[in-house]
């Protein structure tokens, strides 16, 4: 054998080795509980069976990517300082992404915490932050609890949440297993929940998780190893539903909407949708956003993941255009469904 195929030959096995240490690396800690419907023993199903896409069509997508144009914006006025509390009714504050305060019955809840500037087990790549985030992580009111949807890097960012943890020492509420790969990271005393499973965090107001249509994994090796989910708040003026991450299907939207009535708004994502092909199992279009505003029956719904990092072939601008033709195909009221400028709010 030549001299050249044999450092060829190395040189690739060495890339392999690195690869899949790698993968390893940053593979969580796995659920090992008993079967369920939705969990074969090894790995979660989503409620009508469908997947993500693997390796040959992400290929396939990345090879092939059109992707609509960013501008990143450097600088943008913080919002305001939010209120301590909020006793009467609920505010939701757009912080970025898929990142809420909610303020209500006296407690205050954090979705999905991210300040980090990129998506990524790295500093120095991955899907980077478009526009900074809306409140000054400075500004943040007492955190009373967080609520995590899933293990994916832009919705459980380990940085941002050691520092919630070390500075509020909140209560914090997860999937599925999830709450291992949070103790693994010196974060402790997570509770994890089940599809419908429900939690009393008050005496007014509790939590029930719900599911939702998506995939888990942070390596190659925990892929859907862990549960994702939505939830619900439960409180007597009125539910709120936040979503998370999810891809639509008529039957869980529709379970959704008569399990947990009344729902009197909604946190829905409307981004990182294109191409169809590809990501409609995982995420949601705007128009599939309408559809599970409708399916639920919630009176208001807000936007989320949108807008801040480049994580699909929509543009930074389709979810907003795509969402407004969506609300008048519907005949649906703008005011109904409403995507927030980072560090805003909204009463209901």
Same mark, same amino acid.
Request: glycine share 8%.
């Given at each position: 054998?030549?001299?050249?195929?044999?450092?060829?030959?190395?040189?690739?096995?060495?890339?392999?080795?690195?690869?899949?240490?790698?993968?390893?690396?940053?593979?969580?800690?796995?659920?090992?509980?008993?079967?369920?419907?939705?969990?074969?023993?090894?790995?979660?199903?989503?409620?009508?069976?469908?997947?993500?896409?693997?390796? *040959?069509?992400?290929?396939?997508?990345?090879? *092939?990517?059109?992707?609509?144009?960013?501008?990143?914006?450097?600088?943008?006025?913080?919002?305001?300082?939010?209120?301590?509390?909020?006793?009467?009714?609920?505010?939701?504050?757009?912080?970025?992404?898929?990142?809420?305060?909610?303020?209500?019955?006296?407690?205050?809840?954090?979705?999905?915490?991210?300040?980090?500037?990129?998506?990524?087990?790295?500093?120095? %790549? $991955?899907?980077?932050?478009?526009?900074?985030?809306?409140?000054?992580?400075?500004?943040?009111?007492?955190?009373?609890?967080?609520?995590?949807?899933?293990?994916?890097?832009? !919705?459980?960012?380990?940085?941002?949440?050691?520092?919630?943890?070390?500075?509020?020492?909140?209560?914090?509420?997860?999937?599925? $297993?999830?709450?291992?790969?949070?103790?693994?990271?010196?974060?402790?005393? %997570?509770?994890?929940?089940?599809?419908?499973?429900?939690?009393?965090?008050?005496?007014?107001?509790?939590?029930?998780?719900?599911?939702?249509?998506?995939?888990?994994?942070? *390596?190659?090796?925990?892929?859907?190893?862990?549960?994702?989910?939505?939830?619900?708040?439960?409180?007597?003026?009125?539910?709120?539903?936040?979503?998370?991450?999810?891809?639509?299907?008529?039957?869980?939207?529709?379970?959704?909407?008569?399990?947990?009535?009344?729902?009197?708004?909604?946190?829905?994502?409307?981004?990182?949708?294109?191409?169809?092909?590809?990501?409609?199992?995982?995420?949601?279009?705007?128009?599939?956003?309408?559809?599970?505003?409708?399916?639920?029956?919630?009176?208001? %719904?807000?936007?989320? !993941?949108?807008?801040?990092?480049?994580?699909?072939?929509?543009?930074?601008?389709?979810?907003?255009?795509?969402?407004?033709?969506?609300?008048?195909?519907?005949?649906?009221?703008?005011?109904?469904?409403?995507?927030?400028?980072? $560090?805003?709010?909204?009463?209901?």
């Amino acid at each position: 054998m030549k001299k050249s195929m044999i450092i060829l030959f190395a040189t690739l096995a060495t890339f392999i080795v690195l690869f899949l240490s790698l993968g390893y690396y940053l593979s969580g800690p796995v659920y090992t509980g008993e079967k369920l419907e939705h969990f074969d023993g090894k790995t979660f199903i989503n409620p009508t069976g469908i997947k993500a896409k693997g390796l *040959g069509e992400v290929l396939k997508w990345m090879i *092939g990517r059109k992707q609509g144009p960013w501008k990143e914006v450097t600088y943008a006025d913080y919002g305001l300082k939010p209120l301590d509390t909020v006793e009467d009714g609920i505010r939701i504050t757009f912080v970025n992404h898929t990142t809420f305060l909610i303020q209500t019955e006296g407690l205050n809840i954090l979705t999905d915490p991210i300040w980090s500037e990129r998506t990524s087990p790295f500093t120095f %790549a $991955g899907p980077k932050r478009m526009r900074p985030v809306g409140i000054r992580f400075e500004d943040l009111p007492q955190i009373d609890i967080v609520i995590l949807s899933h293990n994916h890097y832009d !919705h459980l960012d380990v940085v941002t949440m050691q520092r919630i943890v070390k500075e509020h020492k909140p209560r914090i509420i997860t999937p599925l $297993g999830v709450g291992a790969f949070l103790e693994q990271e010196e974060m402790k005393g %997570a509770t994890d929940l089940n599809w419908w499973q429900e939690l009393k965090l008050s005496e007014t107001l509790s939590i029930q998780a719900v599911p939702a249509q998506h995939f888990s994994g942070r *390596g190659m090796f925990d892929r859907d190893r862990t549960l994702w989910c939505g939830y619900v708040l439960k409180r007597s003026g009125g539910n709120l539903y936040f979503a998370g991450d999810t891809g639509y299907n008529e039957r869980t939207f529709k379970e959704i909407g008569d399990r947990c009535a009344p729902i009197a708004v909604s946190i829905l994502p409307i981004g990182a949708y294109k191409p169809n092909w590809f990501m409609s199992p995982i995420h949601t279009s705007p128009e599939d956003a309408v559809k599970i505003f409708l399916d639920t029956k919630t009176q208001a %719904a807000v936007a989320s !993941h949108f807008g801040t990092f480049p994580l699909a072939d929509d543009s930074q601008q389709d979810p907003l255009d795509d969402l407004i033709q969506a609300l008048r195909d519907n005949q649906l009221a703008t005011e109904r469904f409403v995507p927030l400028k980072e $560090g805003t709010y909204q009463d209901f």
